[in-house]
Structures are given as structure tokens and as C-alpha cells.
């Protein structure tokens, strides 16, 4: 009998980026739908950093991020 996994998980997702990213560069999506926008979390070494928590409700999501390819993307 399946039995659906109810279990929450949080996710950090850290953006870093060498010129600034507009609010459609910094979508976090899970599974194919929006779930945040990564905010501005400052500088570093001539970095733009954003960041982003997301709760999601299966631990087994598939989160991305609307950053382009040569931004660094870290998902924890």
C-alpha cells in the first residue's frame, strides 16, 4: 500500500555572480514550479551573492534556479 512521505525538508540555494542578476536570473523553482526569488545577500571578492531558503514538502524534489550558465549555483 503506498503511503505518502510527509516529511519537510529546507533547502539553502546560494547564487553568486560576477554582474548583477535581475529577479527573473534569480528564480528558485522545485519540481517545475516557483517557490522564491533569491534575495540580494551582499558582496563578496567582487561577487554578487543572493540567497534563498525554500521549504519543500518532499525531501526528493528537484530544485533548480533561473541563473544563467555562468553563474555559480550551490543548493544545500
Do not use: C, H
Amino acid at each position: 500500500m503506498f503511503k505518502p512521505n510527509n516529511t519537510t525538508t529546507s533547502k539553502t540555494v546560494k547564487i553568486s555572480a560576477p554582474f548583477r542578476l535581475d529577479p527573473s536570473q534569480r528564480q528558485v523553482l522545485a519540481d517545475g514550479k516557483l517557490i522564491n526569488v533569491a534575495a540580494p545577500a551582499g558582496r563578496q571578492y567582487g561577487e554578487y551573492l543572493y540567497s534563498a531558503t525554500v521549504t519543500l514538502l518532499r525531501e526528493d524534489a528537484s530544485v533548480y534556479t533561473t541563473a544563467p550558465y555562468w553563474a555559480s549555483v550551490e543548493i544545500r
